[in-house]
C-alpha cells in the first residue's frame, strides 16, 4: 500500500464559520415598504451568513439585515446579496444564504 497523504480538499471559504444562532431580522431592499421578519443565524462570517427564512428568495436578491451580535451595543445592519435559497419544509422553512454586500468596519471586527 502507498502512503502517499491524500491531497487536502479545496476550501473554497475565506472566512472561518461560527456555527451559532443569532437573531437576525431581513426584509427585501427593494420593497417600497421594508417589512422585518425575524429569524434566525445557522451560521455566520465576515463573508456572509446562512439564517433559516420563511421564504424562499430569489438569487441576487438584496437584503437588509440586522443582526445582534453579543460584543455589539445595538443592532448591526449590513446589505446582502442571496446566494442561494433552499427549500428545508414544503412552504415553511428555508435555508438562505447571503454573502454581505456592504458591511461596516466595526461590524466586521465584531464578527471575527
Known sequence: MDNKEAPAPFERRQFKRISKAYIVSYAIVSSEELK?????????S???LLFISDKKFEKDVVLKIK???????DYAVVYAQVVDSTQIMKDLIYDTRVKFV???????????
Open 102 to 112: 456592504e458591511v461596516e468596519q466595526n461590524i466586521s471586527e465584531a464578527i471575527r
Open 46 to 48: 465576515e463573508g456572509g
Open 36 to 44: 422585518f421578519d425575524i429569524s434566525q443565524t445557522r451560521n455566520l
Open 67 to 73: 443582526l445582534r451580535l453579543p460584543d455589539f451595543p
